[in-house]
């Protein structure tokens, strides 16, 4: 079938398509097309990866578009969303547009009510669904990417609720499901009420096979030899065999650590065999990588690069990663050793797929714990590029014969698991119950049930009571937090519990910030006035000031000296009955909103236990909650871990170096970037909850917030607000005398441009920034102020460890 044959599309589609080599229909795609798939019928299409999942969702939408509708396609990764944009933007030639959601979990982002396309992971869709976006009711077509990660404990039951709840909205909607090739993916089909493709069929062969001794055996009984000196280990052997016969490579390894290594030691194999030419544009792409980022981590990647071998992991900056993807895409760099992320949904084919380690540690397990085979099916599918290979070949690695065999057994021959909902777990219904109260779906018991018997656990299971009781338990902690009240039948969500839903925080979340911003109003208030001592450094707030519960700009915060004395006087006082509530310090409220479950924390490793109990002791006067004893093993351990987590915070916020950080934690720029985006949006739900609840802690949660949002102290908030400045230009124009948006337009021209170390584009586009009336700095030379120049003396002779900030990114993410 060819494109031209589908008259439901737009004119010119075909057209398009032909030019990028798209003539016919891939068997999947034309029995797609004949189940209804461009005439509105829902679908679900259960394929290998890369067999053109992409253009069955692009049928479905572009047909719905030319009926007159509006499409919605939901990705399983933020940086898959942009990615998925930037691919459907060649439509908008033809008058479709695109738009993709990546607004705070709190707005409706109305704006995309103009779009055809709209792409957002499910997390943002459900988010959007709470907070009422008025285009939601307007779809008629959504396409649920790797639907087969309902099965996913953490993330599985969004997506599940959400199609769910969109299908409720939209009785017509069609629903466009592409899955991994799974053996239930029938059940999707009649959760769904959708049609089946399901498919075994790729666009190229390919050829599963176990490397052990000197050859690999495939599973069609063939054998390629690839001998294994003692010189050598299997993956480089392997690696230096695919080169030799011009093709690229990737390896899955189980670690971050272990894809460093491993592709430090690729290098070795790779550069080798590198003409001259293909060395200088490598040692380019090298620099382009230490430019994204002053950290070890960016420079152990180019040092890789540099030999045409890299790593990717989720520990990597996106900037990083995109630029590994491309390079590899374009067969610049040979070999990837990946953790499998890289497996899910990167479009980064390569010849051979090599998985060195089928085994992870998992902490739940208590040790190594086999691979899913789907995951190791996923990984598998990458290997073979359309058009470029005559086959993919995806290898696993044996020493001996016995666990050859197991490897046949275990992944070559066997189907991947079914896909099970994960829906019935207590931390998902506590989300998914608020939000469904919330935003009307159901207002009583009977209601919650009905609507959670749409969803694809109670197909797979039929009613085994399990959903209700976990309901009920719910319900009671949901009453008992006060996010909920029960009348008679009738449910209702309270104030709170809409503002939690709003605000897309698990409600335990909620719980844990509201007890501790209690605490800080009340019982410490309640100690400090019988002692009549302060815990705090700093003073009080007034609470009068709180009440105006605006929000307020950077410099609103900081620009206010008058506040700020204001604020002194007060510290000089002596304490009495109306001494209002300590206020807490950073550290305090970087520990609280670590301790949430929405925040991933950080493991303690050896040597941690000790360090962090003696800086919790340290610190235990600014914990905003009852700090547990050492013998509440469990509990203390995890108090520790959230406190690990705020001092990296803490750091962050006090401006230390990235690379300090990654060292001192042991974690990558990409986790750093996590977790302080993380902590944005738990202080900003936790301000807007003081706020609510009229607690007197808002504007130091505020202060918190904006000091994470930029990684600076609070001197620097106002300047580093500044768009094109950040953290570390903050710093240099705060030394150079520059201490406000107010002296970034007052002060002498050439003074700014010293401070900014001669850069005169980014001292131009700043001062444009900052609203100066004439930015042109034709004419202008550096003047280095005296005590620029003491700071830059300090900073250089401050254990050589002085990056060219210049460089970094940092602050403008
Ligand atoms: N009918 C076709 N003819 C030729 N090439 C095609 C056809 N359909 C898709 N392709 C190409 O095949 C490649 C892989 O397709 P695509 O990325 O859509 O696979 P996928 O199934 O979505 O993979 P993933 O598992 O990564 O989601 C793309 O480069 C795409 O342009």
């Known amino acids: ?18 030019g990028e080599g798209i003539e016919s229909l891939y068997p999947p795609q034309a029995e797609a097309v004949e189940a209804g798939l461009t005439k509105g019928e829902s679908l679900v299409a259960s394929v290998p990866t890369a067999s053109g999942k992409t253009l069955i969702a692009e049928l479905a939408m572009l047909s719905a578009i030319q009926r007159g509708g509006k499409a919605l396609y939901i990705v399983p990764l933020r940086a898959l969303a942009s990615e998925k944009k930037t691919e459907f933007e060649r439509w908008e030639e033809y008058g479709i547009s695109v738009g993709v959601s990546t607004g705070n979990y709190e707005s409706s982002e109305e704006w995309l009510a103009s779009r055809d396309i709209i792409v957002a992971t499910s997390e943002k869709v459900d988010s959007l669904v709470r907070n009422n976006a008025g285009w939601i009711d307007q779809l008629s077509c959504v396409v649920a990417d790797e639907v087969h990660l309902v099965d996913d404990r953490n993330r599985g039951p969004t997506l599940e609720v959400t199609l769910a709840k969109l299908r409720r ?4 909607l069609q629903v466009v499901a592409l899955s991994a090739t799974v053996g239930n993916a029938g059940e999707i089909a009649d959760w769904l009420d959708a049609e089946l493709v399901h498919s075994e069929w790729r666009p190229i062969d390919l050829r599963m096979g176990v490397h052990f001794g000197n050859a690999i055996n495939f599973d069609d009984g063939s054998q390629r030899e690839v001998p294994v000196d003692r010189s050598q280990r299997q993956t480089e052997a392997l690696v230096g065999d695919t080169l030799d016969e011009g093709g690229s490579t990737l390896v899955f390894v189980n670690s971050r650590r272990n894809a460093e290594s491993a592709a430090k030691r690729q290098g070795g194999v790779v550069e080798r065999r590198l003409d001259d030419d293909e060395k200088a544009e490598l040692q380019d792409l090298a620099e382009e990588i230490r430019s994204v980022s002053d950290t070890e981590t960016s420079d152990d990647l180019a040092d890789c690069v540099e ?41 980064t084919p390569s010849r051979r797929v090599i998985i060195r380690d089928w085994r992870r540690y ?7 714990k086999p691979l899913d085979v789907l995951e190791i099916h996923q990984m598998c599918g990458r290997a073979g590029r359309p058009g470029l290979d005559p086959y993919g070949e995806a290898v696993l690695l044996s020493k001996d014969a016995d666990t050859m065999d197991e490897l046949f057994e275990r992944y070559v021959w066997a189907d991947p698991e079914p896909v099970r909902s994960k829906l019935a777990a207590e931390p998902a219904l506590r989300t ?13 018991r009977e209601g919650l049930l009905e609507f959670l018997d749409a969803t694809l656990y109670a197909t797979q299971t039929g009613d085994d009571g399990r959903l209700s009781t976990v309901t009920d338990t719910v319900l009671d902690y949901l009453e008992a937090n006060d996010f909920i009240e029960r009348e008679d039948e009738t449910i209702r969500a309270t104030n709170i519990g809409h503002t939690v839903s709003r605000l897309y925080l698990d409600p335990m979340s909620a719980a844990e910030i509201i007890d501790g911003l209690r605490y800080a109003e009340e019982d410490r208030g309640k100690d400090e006035q019988s002692t009549g001592e302060s815990h705090r450094e700093r003073p009080a707030a007034e609470p009068e000031k709180v009440e105006t ?21 007060e510290a000089e006082s002596d304490v009495d009955e109306t001494q209002p509530p300590a206020r807490p310090t950073p550290l305090g409220l970087y520990h609280l909103v670590s301790r949430t479950p929405d925040m991933y924390e950080l493991y303690l490793k050896s040597g941690d236990r000790e360090t962090y109990t003696e800086i919790c002791y340290e610190h235990e006067a600014e914990f905003l909650g009852r700090m547990p004893s050492e013998y509440e093993d469990v509990a203390f351990e995890d108090w520790l871990s959230a406190l690990k987590t705020a001092k990296l915070l803490d750091d962050w916020a006090s401006e230390v170096d990235e690379d300090r950080i990654t060292e001192r934690y042991g974690v990558g720029p990409g986790d750093i970037r996590g977790k302080v985006e993380t902590a944005d949006w738990l202080l900003g739900a936790a301000e807007q909850l003081a706020g609510t609840l009229e607690f007197s802690s808002t504007i130091a949660v505020r202060e918190a917030k904006k000091r994470i949002e930029y990684g600076v102290r609070e001197e620097l908030l106002d300047l580093a607000g500044v768009r094109n400045v950040g953290r570390k230009r903050a710093r240099r124009l705060f030394e150079a005398g520059i201490e406000s948006r107010a002296d970034l337009r007052n002060t002498e021209k050439g003074v700014v441009l010293g401070a900014l170390r001669g850069r005169r584009k980014t001292t131009e586009t700043i001062l444009e920034n900052v609203g100066r009336e004439d930015p042109s700095l034709d004419g202008v030379d550096e003047v280095e102020t005296e005590t620029a120049a003491v700071a830059r003396e300090d900073r250089e002779s401050d254990s050589g460890d002085e990056h060219s900030g210049d460089q970094s990114s940092l602050g403008d993410f």
Do not use: W, Y
């Not at 909205?169 to 017509?172: F, K, L, Q, T, V």
């Not at 491309?326 to 479009?347: E, Q, W």
């Not at 998914?432 to 009583?444: C, E, K, Y």
């Open 362 to 368: 998992d902490g739940e397990f208590g040790g190594m």
């Open 307 to 347: 030999n045409g071998s890299a790593f990717h992991h989720a520990g990597l900056a996106s900037e990083h990663r995109s630029l590994v993807e491309d390079a590899f895409r374009d067969r610049l760099l040979k070999v990837i050793c990946a953790t499998p992320t890289l497996a899910a949904g990167v479009n």
């Open 1 to 18: 079938m060819k494109p031209a044959e589908i008259p439901e599309l737009p004119p010119g589609v075909d057209d398009q398509l032909a």
């Open 432 to 444: 998914h119950l608020l939000a469904t109260i919330s935003s009307g779906f159901a207002n009583s």
């Open 549 to 569: 519960d605006g929000f307020v700009s950077a410099s609103d915060l900081v620009g206010d000296e008058t506040e700020d004395e204001t604020t002194e006087t």
């Open 169 to 172: 909205i939209n009785p017509g």
